[in-house]
């Protein structure tokens, strides 16, 4: 299977430089939303084979990554981000686990911290009641069964396994999948389009994965945390947007409280960032 590897970049630095080279080898394209820290021409400049699409501003993450892959035609497309770095094969073995799996569209690989710790990139589309422990109580502590449960926390972490939807942080989609489904939903600007398009695909009856033995490292240096509390209520505000595109029936009933929820977890959040904000001394703080 031919595999193309798809950066977006927004002022990624030397990050994204250390991003394509752990990728070197493989057919890669790198979407730049109007960086003004050099980086685009570091790029051009240190790796002349790489496809570079310059846009004169931030179009956000979903309409870059439909950019980035109209810009190949592999039939794996992989999305890494510019803050991430992929171990040795893993790539690869990301597109193994999609040749092995025909009924999969998406397969994650699995995250990590630089300290080596394990980020949540596998996850469950959750029930109401689990939204709700995970978006309230799970803000205090992980171990309730909302969260447990839409963490996927007991799922194995040691062989590939079925889930619901994957971080787009690190995942390899199948082309004939991806474009079978319109690609991200450009109505999102930035979070949440790797959820609906997970969502997407297995409404359509293909199935999402895990491969834990695709590692990547993540860095969580991304230009969000640059303004946190805009980007904060972004993900709140695309949160609803999903609910209402994808959840019927008696969900319904609960959008006006759901959407009240989602305000009073903003409130927390930005809350407990103020406070985590002002215990940092300012010569320590990057936003």
Known sequence: MRIAVVILNLNG????????????????VVVDNASTDGSPESIAATFPDVTLV??????????????????????????LNNDATAAPGAVERLASTLDETPSAAAVGALIRN???SIQPSKRAFPTLWQSVLHGLVGLV?????????????????????????VSASAVAYRREAFEAVGGFDEDYFFFVEDVDLCKRLTDAGWEVWFEPRA???????????KRPLRF????????????????????????PFIAAGLCLRFVLLAVRWLVVRRSVPSHRRTS
Request: hydrophobic content about 40%; charged content about 20%.
């Open 13 to 28: 630095g030397e990050a994204v430089l250390d991003a394509l080279r752990s990728v070197e080898g493989c057919e890669r």
């Open 54 to 79: 310059r846009n004169d501003r931030n179009l956000g993450f979903a309409v870059a990554a439909n950019q980035g892959v109209r810009a190949c035609d592999a039939s794996v497309v992989v999305l």
């Open 114 to 116: 630089p300290d080596g």
């Open 141 to 165: 502590t992980s171990n309730n069964p909302g969260t447990r449960a839409y963490l996927m926390l007991d799922a194995p972490t040691d062989r590939p396994c079925r889930v619901g939807w």
């Open 215 to 225: 590692e990547v490292t993540h860095a969580w240096g991304g230009s969000w945390t």
């Open 232 to 255: 904060l209520w972004l993900h709140q505000r695309n949160l609803f947007r999903y609910v209402t595109k994808h959840r019927r029936g008696a969900w319904v009933l609960a959008y």
